[in-house]
């Protein structure tokens, strides 16, 4: 079993940055792909960045490219997204997910395991 707990959210500025962690139990969060998504109020959830066991293999989306970095230590169990020139419109909740395969799909169903999110508030 893996369980994942975001951490790292909050309110920033415009034009701030945050750094999200995803930290995880269990020995196989290593051998785990793990990727990032963010769910603002009467949206659907948007995958953001995905990152391979090694961390040799990133993904992002289109809205993430430029702004967002993940990366992980797997010393540490740990996956990041940095998150730089935020803007009011990446007010949400982002959440981690992991699983066998790097995905970037949305489907609750297609990850194993899944933090319960962290709230990020980006002020005008």
């Known amino acids: 079993q893996v369980q994942l707990v975001e951490s790292g959210g909050g309110l920033v500025q415009t034009g701030g940055s945050l750094r999200l962690s995803c930290s995880a139990s269990?020995?196989?969060?290593?051998?785990?792909?793990v990727s990032w998504f963010r769910q603002a109020p009467g949206n659907e959830r948007e995958f953001l960045a995905a990152?391979?066991?090694?961390?040799?293999?990133?993904v992002y989306a289109d809205s993430a490219k430029g702004r967002f970095t993940i990366s992980r230590d797997n010393a540490k169990n740990s996956v990041y997204l940095q998150m730089n020139s935020a803007k009011p419109e990446d007010t949400a909740a982002y959440y981690c997910?992991?699983?066998?395969?790097?995905?970037?799909?949305?489907?609750?169903?297609?990850?194993?395991?899944w933090g319960r999110g962290t709230q990020v508030t980006v002020s005008s």
């Open positions: 269990g020995r196989t969060f290593s051998s785990a792909a």
């Open positions: 997910a992991a699983g066998r395969a790097m995905r970037d799909t949305t489907l609750r169903g297609d990850y194993d395991y």
């Open positions: 990152i391979s066991w090694s961390g040799g293999r990133t």
